[in-house]
């Protein structure tokens, strides 16, 4: 999905396999299904000091931002919120989609961030990277995939809005880890910036739309989604 356009449709069929594969994994266990694992958003009170790492102070500022809301306001309602195993990273890289089917995606792949954790960072993941797509909405088409995805998987209007937080949360963490990486890792420097690019940017944009409007949007979709 990565190398390829996609509309609204197209979106909206993507989040709804994303709700399916949520779906089926609601009753799977496994014994290490609770490992660490440093993409969880669950950790980041404890990552969050990574952000020292940031040479960009732009960034650094943005990432501080993302932080202090995703521990105001998900942080205290993490034990109230759902938990299961999810897939962990349904980015656009482990979507692989063919134009002439009706369901538009054709497999999942990569299962290596698999963890029991909240499943609103389900979500929060492909948000984050669906930000700033449309330039003249940079929470569009984030939207349109979570109307999918709230059309398959179940959630209250009160646990989905804070998708908003938990997704610049994310992006915020994959800009602090990547830079982290980057300077550890020289060899694989330019792999690991490739994927974080546009994190700037993409978080700027996010957090300049406030957040209650996000909410709103997302609380709309939630409240009417057909189950």
């Known amino acids: 999905m990565a190398t390829v356009p996609v509309d609204e449709e197209q979106l909206i069929l993507t989040g709804r396999a994303a709700g399916e594969i949520d779906m089926a994994l609601r009753g799977f266990a496994h014994q ?39 521990t105001r306001n998900v942080v205290p309602l993490m034990g109230e919120l759902e938990t299961q195993v999810i897939h962990g990273d349904f980015s656009p890289y482990n979507v692989l989609v063919s134009a002439e089917s009706a369901d538009f995606v054709s497999g999942i792949i990569d299962f290596g961030d698999a963890v029991r954790t ?28 979570l109307r999918g995805y709230l059309s398959s998987y179940q959630m209250s209007p009160a646990h989905a809005v804070l998708i908003a937080d938990a997704a610049t949360a994310r992006l915020a963490l994959r800009a602090v880890v990547s830079q982290w990486r980057a300077q550890r890792l020289p060899d694989r420097r330019e792999y690991i910036e490739s994927h974080a690019k546009h994190d700037r940017d993409n978080l700027a944009m996010a957090l300049a739309t406030p957040v209650s409007d996000v909410q709103a949007r997302i609380h709309h979709l939630s409240a ?3 189950f």
């Open 224 to 226: 009417t989604s057909s």
């Open 118 to 145: 909240c499943v609103i960072f389900e979500p929060a993941v492909s948000v984050c990277n669906l930000l700033g797509k449309w330039a003249d909405d940079p929470w569009g088409a984030p939207l349109a995939y």
């Open 32 to 70: 290490h299904d609770l490992h660490p694992l440093v993409w969880d958003l669950a950790n980041v009170p404890t990552l969050e000091i990574l952000q020292e790492e940031l040479t960009d102070e732009n960034l650094r500022a943005l990432a501080a931002e993302a932080f202090e809301r995703f």
